[in-house]
């Protein structure tokens, strides 16, 4: 019989969870997942999962050797570059297959008027400079370089309730959990008068409806481009993920 092979996948989006899910009907394959633990309640996969970090690329790599994984698929966010660098050293280190499955990114349509900067600081100085009511949609740990700006009212999107105040001067918080869609986007925008949408560019259909919003309403939308990540073989999509690794379970 052949022997038993176990896959770690580092999760913390959708993709993951649907990851760990198909692959766990493969034959020969058992999975274990990880998350950050950045999230009180997050979506659980199917089968083993563990939480909290490795302790860098060493750990990892002592992680991998030590619970017998045998490949290694990053399904993290694509602006989560520390783990997936550390993944890439981690699995260079300990001579193992990794894959990453990241979504697309995001692209303009030819009448979209987006603003691209390279970091969420920059995001900050450019929403001043395109609006007054401003949507924002980069996640609870990087709302830093929107605090103390009285010239801007926020509305911040976040996932889960914060438990400490998050030290924005005028505005307000609204928690929800994609998918979202856009007739419901277009109504909340439209509600708090927004004239200025910020991203980051996650890709996905999930949470893509803002992106329709903004062009239905004709808002400039400033959105934050991906960070740099090691060169590691890549694929967009779960089937091809799949299939991945399909070919090393023979
Ligand atoms: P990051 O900056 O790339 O990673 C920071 C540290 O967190 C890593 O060095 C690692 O700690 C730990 N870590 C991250 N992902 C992990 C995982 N899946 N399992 C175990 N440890 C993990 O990560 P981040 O941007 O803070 O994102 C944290 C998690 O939230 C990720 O799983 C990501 O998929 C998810 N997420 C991120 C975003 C985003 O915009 N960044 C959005 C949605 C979801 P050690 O060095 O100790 O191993």
Redesign the pocket.
């Known amino acids: 019989m052949a022997e038993l092979r176990r896959l770690l996948v ?4 959708g993709e993951a969870i649907d990851l760990a899910a198909r692959a766990a009907e493969l034959p020969g394959l058992s999975i274990v997942s ?3 633990g ?1 999230t009180r309640n997050p979506r659980m996969p199917e089968g083993d999962f563990r939480v ?5 690329a060493d ?2 790599a002592n992680y991998l050797r030590d619970e017998g994984i045998d490949l290694v698929i990053d399904a ?2 694509p ?6 660098a ?1 993944a890439a050293a981690a699995c260079d280190c300990a001579a193992r297959p990794i894959l990453a499955l990241r979504r697309p990114q995001w692209r303009p349509e030819p009448n979209d008027h987006w603003i691209e900067v390279d970091t969420v600081v920059e995001s900050a100085a450019a929403a001043g400079e395109h609006g007054h009511r401003v949507f924002v949609t980069v ?1 609870r ?1 990087e709302l830093g370089p929107f605090r103390d700006r009285p010239d801007l009212w926020l509305l911040v999107r976040l996932m889960e309730a914060a438990l400490e105040p998050l030290g924005i001067a005028d505005g307000l918080t609204v928690v929800a959990r994609g998918p979202f869609d856009a007739d419901n986007e277009i109504r909340l925008m439209t509600e708090h008068r927004i004239d200025c949408v910020v991203t ?1 560019n996650s890709g996905g259909d999930a949470t893509y409806a803002k992106i329709t919003a903004a062009r239905a309403l004709g808002l400039p939308v400033i959105t934050v481009r991906r960070p740099a990540i090691p060169q590691i073989d890549a694929v967009e999509t779960i089937d091809a993920a799949i299939d991945w690794l399909k070919a090393r379970l023979v």
């Open positions: 580092l999760g913390g989006t990880s998350l950050a950045r909290g970090g490795f302790g860098g750990g990892l993290t966010h602006f989560a570059a520390q783990i997936t550390n996640g740990t980051k």
